[in-house]
């Protein structure tokens, strides 16, 4: 039976690690050729486990020329791109905002919305040569709700599910879909300790108000973005997909007091 990429050739970004490497996996089992860029290095070591489908660039996505060979080299190889994951971007440095530098302003919104624009830019240019594509961007549940302490990241990735919906309609006539994924608390290299293992450690703390209660995982996130790469959404685009295990819907303030509130079970009151 043919994979749900079969023969679709497909970039990701931020591949070395995290969602981005469980989507290279994920892809290549359904069929797709894989380009994985990355900053770090580790995309060889995941274009070497994932096999002959994948090749590895470096490639930092907030540099416009970097970007633009990346998809040159996209193009050489495989003649087109058919989809494009945005998924590079870091958090970290959460504080109150007049705690916030204007450095970490830059850094943060550098890669998590700025490489996110050149991608699209870079990639709907080369898309639009060949009669279309799939875009999709790692966004967060920090950009649908606000989170307590991450007004920096939280405006960049509300500014990538902006950039998601509008792209989308710009190029709805075009053949090129564009929808974005808000993760939400995910087992990734983004928390501290999880390139040990996949899955959290058994008995490790889930934060409160998330109503699947579990972490989600790369995996979770992977499915996501197969799903919306697919011609199985054929007539999805400008979505904001949260995979989050409910926890926009039910939002009530990550960190902040709620008097009166209780998660306790009504038969444990
Ligand atoms: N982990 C979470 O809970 C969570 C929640 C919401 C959103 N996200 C978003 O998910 C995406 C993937 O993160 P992850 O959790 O897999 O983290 P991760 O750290 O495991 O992976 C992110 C990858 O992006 C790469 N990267 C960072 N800066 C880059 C740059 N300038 N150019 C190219 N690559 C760069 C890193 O080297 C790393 O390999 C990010 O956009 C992140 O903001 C994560």
Redesign the pocket.
Same mark, same amino acid.
């Given at each position: 039976m043919a994979g749900r990429l079969e023969g679709k050739a497909c970039i990701i970004?931020? =591949?070395?690690?995290?969602?981005?490497?469980?989507m290279a996996h994920r892809f290549v089992q359904e069929g797709a050729q894989v380009l994985l860029?990355?900053?770090?290095g580790?995309?060889d070591e995941v274009a070497r486990a994932v096999g002959s489908a994948a090749t590895a660039i470096h490639?930092?996505?907030?540099?416009e020329d970097q970007v633009q060979a990346m998809i040159a080299a996209a193009e050489d190889r495989f003649g087109r791109i058919d989809v494009l994951c945005n998924?590079? #971007?870091?958090?970290g440095g959460m504080a109150p905002l007049h705690k916030q530098s204007a450095e970490h302003w830059d850094r943060i919104h =550098?890669?998590?919305i700025r #490489?996110v624009f050149l991608g699209m830019k870079h990639g709907i240019t080369s898309m639009l040569k060949t009669g279309g594509g799939a875009i999709v961007n790692?966004?967060? =549940?920090?950009g649908v709700i606000g989170w307590k302490h991450h007004s920096v990241?939280g405006a960049a990735?509300a500014g990538v599910h902006q950039l998601t919906k509008i792209a989308a309609l710009d190029y709805s006539d075009k053949g090129i879909r564009v929808n974005a994924i =808000?993760?939400?608390?995910?087992?990734?290299?983004?928390?501290a300790g999880?390139a040990q293992s996949e899955t959290p450690p058994e008995g490790y703390p889930v934060l409160a108000g998330i109503p699947m209660n579990r972490w989600?995982t790369?995996m979770d996130?992977a499915n996501a973005a197969l799903y919306l790469a697919s011609d199985e959404a054929a007539f999805v685009t400008g979505v904001i997909l949260p995979v989050d295990g409910g926890y926009c819907i039910g939002f009530s303030g990550m960190g902040a007091e709620r008097p009166g509130v209780t998660t306790a079970d009504p038969e444990d009151l």
């Open positions: 970004t931020g =591949a070395g690690s995290g969602m981005g490497r469980a860029a990355d900053i770090s580790q995309q490639c930092d996505v907030a540099d998924n590079a #971007g870091f958090g =550098a890669v998590n #490489g790692t966004g967060s =549940a920090s990241y990735k =808000a993760p939400g608390t995910m087992w990734t290299g983004l928390v999880s989600g790369a996130i």
